[in-house]
Antibody, heavy 118, light 107 residues
């Protein structure tokens, strides 16, 4: 079945980096876009950006520009999101999600909790 | 960025009630709007795309509409499984944005 399975929870110190993976299965990876969305504790959804596994094109949220990098490995049908210079404000559940290009998201990943604390 | 303002933030309703959630865009987004449902501890679920296109498997009691820059999600008869938080999302501008969410609670 169509699914996106994400890597496990992470605990990081302020200033560190985190790289979250998202393994896709059940569909043709290069036919869809992968969007990353995060949700801080008790808060709403925040769009982080998008990547096309077909050609590697990306579109990042302005507030994260310079700190976020999204990549894909088509040989393993896996998407990655790396976030650097972490602060406590980056503590959140991070989701990857599939969609037609960078429009809406019709299949969501399992979520990865990233906690940033000294 | 385009701002998406949802109202109300919280809504108390009973099973069988007709429920309406509104999302207003700060500028025109044409029909590029989706709605999601999220339950505690779970990933969001796509309900509707392009204002009114119901996702496969979503009950027909859910519907969406548009009037200018105001978008509406309607649940015609609230069911126990519908108590959740709902988000709108615009995908017109280069930077996508979500509304702040509407929590539908049991009255």
């Amino acid at each position: 079945q169509v699914q996106l399975v994400q890597s496990g929870a992470e605990v990081k110190k302020p200033g560190a980096s985190v790289k979250v993976s998202c393994k896709a299965s059940g569909f043709t990876f290069t036919n869809y876009g992968i969007t990353w969305v995060r949700q801080a504790p008790g808060q709403g959804l925040e769009w982080m950006g998008w990547i096309s596994p077909y050609n590697g094109n990306t579109n990042y949220a302005q507030k994260l520009q310079g700190r976020v990098t999204m990549t894909t490995d088509t040989s393993t049908t896996t998407a990655f999101m790396e976030l650097t210079s972490l602060t406590s404000d980056d503590t959140a559940v991070y989701y990857c999600a599939r969609g037609p290009s960078d429009y809406y998201m019709d299949v969501w990943g399992t979520g990865t909790t990233v906690s940033v604390s000294s | 960025d385009i701002q998406m303002t949802q109202s109300p933030s919280t809504l108390s309703a009973s099973v069988g009630d007709r429920v309406t959630i509104t999302c207003r865009a700060s500028q025109t987004i044409s029909n590029w709007l989706a709605w999601y449902q999220q339950k505690p501890g779970k990933a969001p679920k796509l309900l509707i795309s392009k204002v009114s296109n119901l996702e496969s498997g979503v009950p027909s009691r859910f519907s969406g509409s548009r009037s200018g820059t105001e978008f509406t999600l309607t649940i015609s008869s609230l069911q126990p499984d519908d108590f959740a938080t709902y988000y709108c999302q615009q995908y017109n501008s280069y930077s996508r944005t979500f509304g702040q969410g509407t929590k539908v609670e049991i009255k």
